[in-house]
């Protein structure tokens, strides 16, 4: 595949997810009503009725399952990402992990919950993500599951991600995966509560966080 086609077909593929989950967002607006809060204020996207995401099943860095029960009765960001990748997931997370020792120094309490599941289950093991997401901070948190799990969950939260291989390579192992860095936040009934998009800046996160949960 071309350079110009691998382009082409990952910005179909972004504007699929994006646009699943513009529509999930619709529904999610007009199902229930949920606390409200100074949305002038809130630099992501903030969601004013939360929305219940479609039952999957993970397994964690722990080998303990993780799956929508394990949203509930906390605060979750979870990012989707694979331990290869050059730029954007090393960069989102040191800025969760600079977000996360904000709050820390300011005292907040009800502290999230942050998340990594891997979208490259065919090279990301238990011990290889857990290696990866606690260099970030100790307390992070990793996840995996079979390709199809993993397809299902990121095409419902609108999370685009395509295999790249390097066109004349006969190493298939030997790829690249582009794609979208969005954030999702889940509140402690476990609904989708708001999303950011890049760039992330932790400063900014910590804010909308405080903000959520103050």
């Not at 964690?60 to 029960?69: A, L, Q, S, T």
């Not at 605060?75 to 996360?100: D, H, I």
Request: with cysteine; glycine share 8%; hydrophobic share 40%.
């Amino acid at each position: 595949m071309s350079l110009k086609a691998k382009s082409v077909t990952f910005t179909v593929v972004v504007l699929l997810a994006l646009a699943g989950l513009l529509s999930g967002i619709f529904v999610g607006q007009h199902v229930h009503f949920k606390k409200k809060i100074d949305v002038s204020r809130f630099h992501g996207t903030y969601l004013e009725n939360p929305r219940q995401v479609n039952q999957f099943n993970l397994t964690g860095i722990d080998e303990k399952p993780f799956d929508n029960k394990s949203l509930k009765g906390k605060w979750t960001l979870m990012f989707f990402g694979f331990t290869n990748c050059g730029y954007v997931c090393p960069t989102t997370m040191a800025e969760l992990s600079k977000m996360y020792r904000i709050l820390e120094e300011k005292g907040v309490k009800n502290l999230p919950r942050v998340v990594m599941i891997s979208i490259d289950p065919e090279r990301d093991n238990q011990e290889k993500l857990g290696h990866y997401v606690t260099s970030f901070h100790p307390d992070f948190y990793g996840a995996r599951g079979d390709e199809q799990s993993i397809k299902l969950m990121t095409r419902e939260m609108g999370i685009a991600y395509a295999k790249v291989i390097e066109k004349g390579s006969n190493d298939t192992t030997n790829y690249d995966i582009q794609h979208s860095g969005a954030l999702m936040l889940f509140n402690p009934q476990g609904e989708l509560n708001a999303f950011f998009t890049t760039p992330h800046h932790a400063d900014l996160l910590a804010k909308d966080y405080m903000l959520l949960v103050s």
